[in-house]
C-alpha cells in the first residue's frame, strides 16, 4: 500500500494498492501494473478531478493509473482547448460529420448500444481481450459510476454511429471511452467525438479535455497527438510536448 501525499485532504483518506503484474495491452512482451485508489466509495467527484489531474484514469468504480515496474511509457495528455486549433484534416471532419445529432442518454444498459460495441471491438480490436465481452463486462465496464457521467450517443437519419461516456469535471471533462460504426473508417468518427468534445469544454469554459494515456510506441495512440498543442504530465510536471 502507497498513499499520496497525507497533507493534500481529503485525498488522505485513499490507499493505493498495486494490482498484480499482467500483459501489458498496448506494448507486447511487456507486463503492466496498475495503481488502483480505494477504497472506489471514497473517490467522489472532487477527489476523482484531483486524481485525474495527477495521471488517474477511471474504469468502472475504479480509478487507477500506471505503476509498471521500470516502464514509464504511459504518458497522461490533454489538450488545452483554448489555444487548440484545428489542422486541414479536422476542419474536414468536422464538416463532414456535421449533420450528426447528438443526445444524451441515461447511464445504463441498452441493447442497440452494446451490439455497436461488440461490432467496434471485433473489428477494431480482436485479441485485444475486450471483444468478447458480455453484458455484465460491458456494464461494468462504461455505466458504473460514482461521478458525473454522460452517455452521449450521435446518429445521423436515426442510424446510430457513436456513443462516447465522457466525465465532467471541475475545469474539463475526463474521456472514458468511445465506440463507433467501424463500416465508416472515412468518416473519421473518432477524430469527430474528440473535436466534438473539445467544443464542450470551450462553449462551458472549461480549460481541459483529458485524452487519458499516450505511449509514443504504440501506434493505436498516434492519433492523441493530432490535437495541437498537446500536454502531457512528465515527473509530476504538466507540459507541452513536442511536435
Not at 468511445?178 to 466534438?196: E, H, K, M, V
Request: charged share 25%.
Amino acid at each position: 500500500m502507497t498513499r499520496l501525499n497525507d497533507s493534500d485532504l481529503p485525498l488522505s483518506l485513499l490507499q493505493f494498492c498495486d494490482t498484480a503484474p499482467h500483459p501489458c495491452s498496448y506494448l507486447p512482451g511487456r507486463e503492466a501494473v496498475s495503481r488502483v485508489a480505494i477504497p472506489p466509495q471514497l473517490v467522489g467527484a472532487d477527489i476523482y478531478a484531483e486524481l485525474v489531474r495527477r495521471g488517474f484514469r477511471r474504469s468502472g468504480d475504479f480509478t487507477y493509473r500506471p505503476a509498471c515496474h521500470g516502464c514509464r511509457a504511459c504518458v497522461p495528455v490533454r489538450v488545452p482547448v483554448a489555444r487548440f486549433v484545428p489542422d486541414r484534416s479536422q476542419r474536414r471532419c468536422l464538416k463532414a460529420n456535421q449533420a450528426l445529432e447528438v443526445r444524451e442518454r441515461p447511464l445504463g444498459f441498452c441493447e442497440e448500444h452494446y451490439a455497436l460495441y461488440r461490432r467496434y471491438q471485433a473489428q477494431r480490436h480482436s485479441g485485444g481481450g475486450m471483444d468478447d465481452d458480455d453484458r455484465e463486462q460491458y456494464v461494468q465496464f462504461l455505466l458504473q459510476s460514482q461521478v458525473d457521467t454522460r452517455l452521449m450517443e450521435f446518429r445521423d437519419g436515426g442510424q446510430l454511429r457513436m456513443v462516447s461516456i465522457i466525465d465532467v469535471l471541475d475545469d474539463g471533462l475526463s474521456s472514458v471511452y468511445t465506440f463507433f460504426d467501424p463500416d465508416l473508417p472515412a468518416a473519421s468518427l473518432g477524430t469527430y467525438n474528440i473535436l466534438w468534445q473539445i467544443r464542450q469544454c470551450l462553449d462551458n469554459d472549461w480549460p481541459h479535455l483529458y485524452l487519458g494515456y499516450w505511449i509514443q510506441e504504440c501506434r493505436k495512440m498516434s492519433y492523441k497527438v493530432r490535437f495541437r498543442p498537446i500536454e502531457g504530465l512528465i515527473d509530476g510536471v504538466w507540459q507541452e510536448l513536442p511536435d
